[in-house]
């Protein structure tokens, strides 16, 4: 099994099956719609915070996790 189905396999077991179980998120949501809306958050934080206005104070990365945070949840949640 190459890394990429290992990984994602490893992903629907331990991540997104507990996200099922739960029944907190939205029914209309896919796990492709969910690792998108995750990865397309994490990966522009990381240009605009590294390439386009460099981020290195501490505080203000954690005030801008939590904020990412927020919007996901509030993106899949019921």
């Known amino acids: 099994m190459d890394r990429v189905s290992y990984s994602k396999s490893l992903f ?3 991540v997104w099956e507990n996200l099922l179980i739960s029944d907190e998120i939205r029914d209309d949501l896919s796990m492709p719609d969910f690792i998108q809306l995750v990865l397309g958050q994490i990966l522009f934080y ?3 915070s590294q390439r386009i206005e460099v981020i290195d104070d501490p505080r203000q990365i954690n005030r801008d996790l ?8 509030l993106a899949i949640r019921k």
């Open 66 to 73: 939590q904020r990412i945070e927020r919007t996901i949840i």
């Open 46 to 48: 990381f240009l605009q």
């Open 12 to 14: 629907a077991k331990k």
